[in-house]
């Protein structure tokens, strides 16, 4: 039987890894995350260059099957369900920016002044709905960005510098909390990972709140302020922690765990907005659409969503189809069938905005297992491509490592069925099993939940019934 965790869970459930020697000295470390970022800034640097500077034939460039195979499929497959928000602690795309902001990359500076205008960030805009139309105007032009290696190229560089100028203007990381489009989607999904950071004891915290405290917020001598504009002391959610570890090394009274959980519990801290269930629905809306025009029977919808090759028109009228089923036809099943379960269960004194906001979670689970049964498709069948191009990154006839002449097999694709089946089943038993704790949650009685429930299940299953249709043929 699935279980998801309790709305107020018990300390019991958790595991804090930081009882323990070797973990807690890593993280403690100025060295953590410092050499995770180096390392992965070399990765970007090679990937604009072979992107601007490379062959213009995707499959042979390092830039597309690196980023848009490899990575991805790591980010989805297993960063995102098993450690959340971890890809964020060594995201080298705010690297040069945060440094150049705090003038050092390594030990914190006392008397050095942050080399920023220090704005605090627009209140208008404190959410996720830039990063939610961001990250709907990047999946627009995706046949092109996972096609054409310099597109990539321009992407990521555009990306950094954004980065560079938003922490000249503003504190710490508003470009990260509030306007990449990946750390929207990864700030979603990381409330379903059994990873979470919080503290041992928030009643330490409240004692400690005096001038002389809050080094977690201030910073001190043994690490920087939280870079995310998060107050360990209050945080219950894993949506915007980026689990960069700098708490752990500036608390004096160490109260800050990092904790093993049972699976989704964020999912049920009733603190629901409506620019998170937006993203819920474009995430969902995004993985049936793209799984609907890569393996689906309708050739002409692959021909228009490229621009490069199809007529301008056609890729308009994909554009349209894909956006308003992130924007408008998804949500407004799900707001249908709010509606219906309202009225069905009898709680029309129930404000329809709340259940709606409230059900938009159970899309969730099912989202994040359809990216994964996607995901599993490129990496099972396209991943070889990864092996030539580790020697020859700019296809430039190079042969570093002599895996040169690798030729494209793609790895036992009759497997893939039996992977994609069980993980959106999981998916959406999860969804389910968390759409009744929330009409517990918001309606109380068995018989009123499950009729408040049905239509919103109804719509889940049928989102599932497609891609299982698309992808088991």
Not at 139 to 146: P, Q, R, V
Not at 358 to 384: E, H, K, Q
Request: positive net charge; proline residues 7%; glycine residues 8%.
């Amino acid at each position: 039987m699935i279980q998801i965790a309790e709305v107020e869970p018990r300390q019991e459930s958790r595991v804090n890894l930081l009882r323990y020697g070797p973990a807690k000295r890593v993280l403690r470390s100025r060295w953590f995350p410092f050499l995770l970022i180096l390392a992965n800034l070399f990765v970007f640097v090679l990937v604009i260059l072979t992107g601007l500077f490379g062959t213009p034939v995707g499959n042979r460039n390092f830039s597309i099957i690196f980023v848009w195979i490899v990575w991805w499929a790591l980010l989805i497959v297993l960063l995102i369900p098993l450690a959340g928000r971890l890809w964020c602690t060594m995201c080298p795309i705010p690297a040069i920016g945060e440094w150049v902001q705090r003038r050092g990359a390594l030990v914190p500076r006392s008397r050095a002044r942050p080399l920023s205008l220090g704005k605090e960030w627009p209140k208008p805009l404190r959410n996720i709905w830039l990063q939610n139309f961001s990250f709907a105007a990047v999946a627009s032009f995706s046949a092109i960005i996972l096609t054409r290696p310099k597109v990539t190229g321009v992407l990521l560089l555009g990306f950094m510098v954004v980065a560079l100028g938003l922490f000249l203007l503003y504190r710490r990381r508003a470009f990260c909390r509030y306007v990449c489009p990946v750390s929207g989607f990864i700030g979603l999904y990381s409330t379903v990972a059994p990873l979470e950071l919080r503290v041992v004891d928030r009643n330490v915290c409240l004692k400690h709140c005096g001038a002389q405290g809050k080094e977690c917020m201030k910073g001190s001598a043994q690490g920087y302020g939280c870079p995310w504009m998060e107050y360990p002391g209050s945080l219950d959610r894993n949506s915007y922690c980026g689990l960069c570890g700098e708490c752990i090394k500036t608390c004096p009274l160490d109260n800050i765990a990092l904790n093993l959980r049972p699976v989704g519990a964020d999912l049920l801290v009733p603190e629901r907005r409506l620019d998170e269930a937006y993203k819920a629905f474009i995430m969902l809306a995004a993985a049936i659409i793209y799984s609907v025009v890569m393996m689906g029977p309708w050739g002409w919808m692959k021909s228009w969503a490229d621009l490069g090759s199809g007529s301008p028109v056609h890729f308009l009228g994909y554009v349209a189809m894909l956006v308003g089923s992130m924007l408008v036809v998804v949500p407004g099943f799900f707001l249908a069938a709010s509606w219906l379960g309202r009225l069905m269960a009898g709680v029309t004194h129930i404000p329809l905005r709340r259940l709606f906001v409230a059900f938009a979670y159970t899309a969730v689970p099912l989202g994040l297992a359809a990216w994964i049964a996607f995901s599993l498709g490129f990496l099972f069948i396209n991943v070889s491509y990864a092996i030539p191009v580790l020697s020859d990154p700019f296809g430039w006839a190079w042969n570093l490592f002599h895996t040169g002449t690798h030729g494209w097999t793609p790895y036992v694709p009759q497997v893939l069925p039996y992977l994609q089946a069980p993980t959106l089943l999981v998916g959406l038993a999860l969804s389910i099993v968390l759409g009744d704790r929330i009409a517990e949650e918001c309606l109380g009685g068995r018989s009123h939940r499950l009729r408040a429930l049905a239509p919103v299940a109804a719509v889940l299953t049928a989102a599932t019934v497609l891609l299982l249709w698309l992808y088991l043929g």
